[in-house]
């Protein structure tokens, strides 16, 4: 399913990436144990966008021909300290 992404890792830059819409992802936690995630939509997203990474993989170099966008403003609240 193509839908927009961004990454932190590409400030300012967004474009359509296709994924899958659903994903199971299994892994084993901090304490050894088997786990599986069966994800939906936006965490199904999420996770193939971070499992790319892991893979050295940017969501640039997934993005649908013709989608790349920088005009898009990137403004974040300012953190209260």
Do not use: W
């Not at 304490?31 to 994800?39: F, P, S, V, Y």
């Not at 021909?65 to 920088?70: A, I, N, Q, R």
């Amino acid at each position: 399913e193509l839908g927009e992404e961004g990454c932190l890792s590409v400030p300012g830059v967004f474009g359509q990436v296709n994924r899958y819409k659903s994903v199971d992802c299994q892994f084993i936690d901090e304490n050894g144990q088997k786990n599986l995630i069966k994800a939906n939509k936006m965490m199904a997203r999420v996770i193939q966008h971070e499992i790319d990474h892991l893979d050295g993989i940017l969501f640039i170099d997934k993005l649908e021909p013709g989608s790349k966008s920088s005009d898009r403003k990137t403004e974040r609240p300012a953190v209260k300290k």
